[in-house]
């Protein structure tokens, strides 16, 4: 009878030990359970809350900015009004953030397609004049900034990308001729509105080049000196990056 008792008390340890196996290994063998977390450790949000908690699978995989640096040439409405200045060199900068402050793929208008539009340009001539009415070095400069909004496309991934924008610009001139005969120096502010088109070509998933072509248009005021608007038309190359 004891030896009875032994051997089923070695039996219910000896199932007891296989169970636990089985429970072990079933568990092992299952799948875990998914939870849509962000890393640091919150449950839920859209892609902007993604990426303003910082994601670093969002922000890696899409860039967020658009830098460009600008070199081309700004050609004067007025050609008789400005001349002999009336075809100047133009170099500039220009930033696109994002409409929404990131980029949000599930808006492809307002999250991707449309952004801000901010640039600084400086315009320079100088010639030589003679004559009766202007004698002398005759020079302009012009400081313009912008700010607007542009349209391109929404997909990260064409290599070819036109674009639009539109927005309104101040600029600051300050024309002089110093000469002999009647000398001067003037500077005046005229405000106005710009269109801008062209493309720009990926030539790797961070950086690019393109044309740019930007019409200013009602600087309805005056220039001192000149008695001219400062409307005009520029035609420049772009060298860019996305970040």
Not at 96 to 102: A, E, I, R, S, V
């Amino acid at each position: 009878h004891t030896a009875y008792r032994r051997q089923r008390q070695m039996c219910i340890r000896d199932s007891s030990w296989a169970a636990a196996l089985i429970v072990l290994a079933s568990s092992c063998a299952a799948p875990p359970v998914q939870e849509s977390r962000l890393p640091n450790g919150e449950i839920d949000g859209n892609w902007v809350t993604r990426a303003i908690a910082g994601d670093p699978y969002i922000l890696a995989s899409e860039p967020q900015y658009t830098f460009e640096t600008l070199i081309g040439a700004r050609e004067l409405d007025s050609d008789s009004a400005w001349s002999p200045l009336d075809d100047q060199l133009n170099v500039g900068i220009s930033w696109q953030p994002p409409f929404l402050g990131l980029r949000d793929p599930e808006h492809w208008l307002f999250g991707r397609a449309l952004s801000w539009d901010f640039g600084l340009q400086y315009a320079y001539d100088r010639s030589d004049v003679s004559g009766p009415v202007r004698s002398g070095r005759f020079e302009s400069r012009t400081v313009e900034a912008s700010g607007g909004v542009m349209l391109e496309p929404p997909d990260p991934d064409w290599r070819l990308r036109p674009y639009v924008g539109a927005g309104f610009s101040i600029l600051f001139t300050d024309v002089e001729l110093d000469g002999e005969i009647d000398p001067f120096r003037e500077k005046d502010t005229a405000t106005g509105g710009y269109l801008r088109t062209g493309a720009r070509f990926q030539w790797t998933s961070r950086q690019h080049f393109g044309v740019d072509v930007r019409w200013l248009f009602g600087t309805e005021d005056p220039i001192d000196g000149v008695g001219a608007t400062a409307d005009s038309m520029t035609v420049s190359f772009i060298f860019g990056a996305r970040f």
